[in-house]
C-alpha cells in the first residue's frame, strides 16, 4: 500500500481542534497557558496551546485507533517497517521494549558490551541474563568497535537456547556491524535481532549511508527521531518487521510508558517524519558534504584524527556512518573530554561529547560552514596553546566483563556501600559510566578488577562526567553481599 | 512621496535617513546588500539592513582605523586586511609607499563588486597593484597563516551575522599566530554605549584580552553608528600605542587626514570613565 507522506494526520488533528475553539474542561490545567503566563510567555502560547490531553479527535496513545494510528502507519512505510510505535520516553522506552518483548526471565540474550545504559536496565526489568560479544577494539583510536559475524556465531553455537541478539546500528561513534549477516544468522538459529539505532535514524533516508536495520530484516529497531531526525528531545519510534505482534508490543510498551503522551512529543514526531520522507535524501547529502568538508579541515590541523571510511575492515568496522565527525585527539596530548572542556570553556562550543580519547561534534542540516570553521580554529587554537606530550595518556582495552549474577538479581540483591578501592574483587550492585557516550564501565552482575578502577580513576581525574552510582559523588560503590 | 531608510538601534530607538533613491538591492549567499542615496548622507551602503557607510562620514571610521596602528609601527610591510570589501581600509593603507603588500580577505565576492560600481569613493585602489582580494573566510584564513604580518585590520560587521566569527577568541588567538613578533591589531570594537551593544564590547574585549600582551581601546565619533560613539580596539605583542608612537616621524609623511591628527592620537585612547570601567570588568 503506496501511503501519501505529505499527510501528517496528528498535526492536522490539532490544528482543527484549534480552529473548533473547544472550551477545555480537562486536564492539563494550565488550560492553553491561560493558568500559567510566566510559563506561556517563555514557551510561547503556540505551545502550550497545543499541549493537551487525549480526546477523541486526537486519539490516544495507548490504544490508538485514528489519527496516532494513522501517523503510525505513515511511520511505518516511511521506514520501510510493518510497524512503528511512537514512543515519549525516549529511545530508552524503545529499547526496553524491545528486549521486554523477546526475553522473560532467565532467557539469554547476545549482545556487544558497548550497548546503551537503557539495553541493561531493561535486563535489570526482564531479569534477562546478558551474553557479552567482545567488540572488537581499535588501539589507535581507543574506542569499541561493533561485533564480527565469527564472535557472533561463536556465541549463538554456545548459547543455542538464546532468545535475542542486540545490534548497535552504528555506535556512537558510526561504527556498523554486518546487521544482514548477523541477522539471518540469529533467524537461522530462531533468535530475534534488535537493533538499537539511536544513532541511525538517518541510515533510513540515504542510500549512501550505511545499511538500516529494517532493510537488513530486523525484527526490532529503536529509532532516536530526536537525534539526526529532527523531533523534540524525548520524541523516538519502535520499529518492528513483519514476525512480531504488533499487539503484543503495544501490550509490553503500556506497562511503563505514561497514559498521557504530549502531542507536542507526537507531532513533532509526525512532522518529522513527513520531513525525512520527502526531504531526507537531500538533508543527508547536505550533512555528509558538511561533515567531509569538517573532517579535511580538521585533518589538516595536525595531530587531530578525524576517521572516516578508511578504518573500515569489512568485519568489526564493516560500515562507517559518514555523516559522524568523531576525532580522536591522542596526539595532540590530551583526552577527548580536556578538549570537550577547552571547547565549552575557553571558545563558547559546545560539543555532544568527550571521552578518553576521542570527541564527537555533531553535525546535522542546521549547521553552516562558519561554525564548521570556528570548530576548526578553535580546534587549531587548542593544539597551538595546550599540546603535550602523549606519554602517561591511557591505553585503552577491551576490558572483558565477568558477569557473575543476573542484572537483575544483582541489581535487586542486598548490597553494602564500600569505598571505590575496597571493592576489588566484589560484584557490583549498580551502574558506573560516563556520561554521554552511556555505555557502562561496570553492570549489576559484573565483578569489579583492579582494570576497571583503574580505568574509573583515570576518567574522573580527565574530567569525565560520571553517573550511575548510588553515591552521586562516585565516591563509593554498591556491592552485593547477598546470593 | 517619502522614503526613509530605518535602522533599529535598540528596540526603543531608531535611527532614519530620508532615502532620495534606492540603487542596489541583492540577496548574496551571505546577508542582504543595498544601497541608497540620501541627500544629508550621500549615498550608503547597508548589510542585512545594519548601516555600513556613508559617504558623508566613512573618513572618519576609516582614517582611524588605518592611521593609529600605521602611526605607532614605523616599518609596516605587510598587511592582512579582514573584511572591508568596500575598499575605504585599502585607499587608506595605499597612501604609504612603504607597505609592500596588502591581502584583503573578504567573505562576499558581491560586497566587492557592488562598492567597485556604486561607491567610487572608497573602493578607489582596489585595483592598487600591492592589493590581493582573497574572497574567504577570515577566519578560515587566518588559521593557516604563521608569523607573516606587520599589521592585522579587522574591519568585521557587528558580531550577529556573517561577522561573527570574527569576534571570537580562535580568532584573536590565530591572529596572534598570523602575526610577527612586533605586529599590531587593529579591531572595530563595537559601541560602550548602548546595553546590547556594551555587551558585546565587553565580550570581544575579554576575548583579546586573554589573547594579546597589550590591548588597549580607543574611540571616534560616527554619526551615523549607533549612539555614535564607536571604539576601536589595538593589540600588539610589543608597541604600546601611546607610548611607542612617533608623531613627528608620521607628520613627516605628508599623509592628508580629515579626522586623524597626531593630537588627536593620544587623545583618543583617553575614554570616559564608564567606558573605562566597563572594558576593567572584563580584564
Known sequence: MELNQTEMPVYEALQQMKRERIVPFDVPGHKHGKANLELTEFLGEKCMSVDVNSMKPLDNLCHPISVIKRAQQLAADAFKAANAFFMVGGTTSAVQTMILATCKEGDKIIMPRNVHRSAINALILSGAIPVYVNPDSDKRLGISLGMSVSEVEKAIEENPDAKAVMVNNPTYYGICSDIRSITQLAHRHGMKLLADEAHGTHFYFDEELPMAAMEAGADFASVSMHKSGGSLTQSSILLTGQGVNPDYVRQIINLTQTTSGSYLLLSSLDMSRKNLALNGREIFERVRALAKYARDEINSIGDYYAYCREIINHDSIYDFDVTKLSVNTFDVGLAGIEVYDLLRDEYDIQIEFGDIGNILAYISVGDREREIERLASALAEIRRRFKKDKKGMFDHEYINPKVVMSPKNAFFNDKRQVELNEAKGCVCGEFVMCYPPGIPILAPGEIITQEILDYIRYAKEKGCFMTGTEDIEIKKINIVTGQ | ?283
Open chain 2, 1 to 283: 512621496m517619502e522614503l526613509w531608510f530605518t535602522e533599529r538601534h535598540t528596540s526603543d530607538v531608531k535611527f532614519s535617513i530620508k532615502v532620495d533613491k534606492q540603487l542596489f538591492s541583492a540577496q548574496s549567499d551571505f546577508q542582504r546588500i543595498d544601497v541608497f542615496d540620501s541627500k544629508e548622507f550621500g549615498r550608503f551602503l547597508t548589510l542585512d539592513g545594519y548601516m555600513m557607510l556613508t559617504e558623508r562620514d566613512e573618513f572618519i571610521y576609516h582614517e582611524m582605523i588605518v592611521h593609529v596602528p600605521m602611526a605607532v609601527h614605523q616599518s609596516v610591510k605587510n598587511v592582512l586586511v579582514i573584511g572591508a570589501g568596500d575598499g575605504g581600509v585599502i585607499r587608506e593603507l595605499t597612501k604609504y609607499p612603504a607597505i609592500e603588500n596588502i591581502d584583503m580577505v573578504e567573505i562576499d565576492e558581491l560586497v566587492v563588486e557592488v562598492c567597485k560600481k556604486y561607491l567610487p569613493l572608497t573602493s578607489c585602489r582596489l585595483d592598487d597593484e600591492r592589493v590581493n582580494i582573497i574572497y574567504q573566510d577570515g577566519l578560515k584564513y587566518v588559521r593557516t597563516r604563521e608569523n607573516e604580518y606587520d599589521l592585522i585590520i579587522v574591519d568585521s560587521t557587528d558580531p550577529f551575522g556573517p561577522g561573527e566569527g570574527l569576534f571570537t577568541k580562535e580568532f584573536y588567538g590565530n591572529c596572534y599566530k598570523a602575526l610577527k613578533e612586533d605586529g599590531i591589531i587593529v579591531n572595530q570594537h563595537e559601541s560602550p554605549f548602548y546595553q546590547e551593544d556594551a555587551l558585546a564590547m565587553q565580550r570581544a574585549h575579554k576575548r583579546i584580552v586573554e589573547s594579546f600582551g597589550i590591548s588597549k581601546v580607543y574611540q571616534a565619533h560616527i554619526p551615523t553608528y549607533p549612539s555614535g560613539h564607536w571604539l576601536f580596539g589595538f593589540s600588539s605583542k610589543k608597541y604600546h600605542p601611546t607610548k611607542d608612537f612617533d608623531a613627528a616621524a608620521w607628520n613627516m609623511l605628508g599623509i592628508k587626514t580629515k579626522y586623524y591628527n597626531t593630537r588627536l592620537h593620544v587623545g583618543a585612547f583617553a575614554l570616559p570613565s564608564y567606558v573605562e570601567e566597563l572594558l576593567r570588568d572584563v580584564e
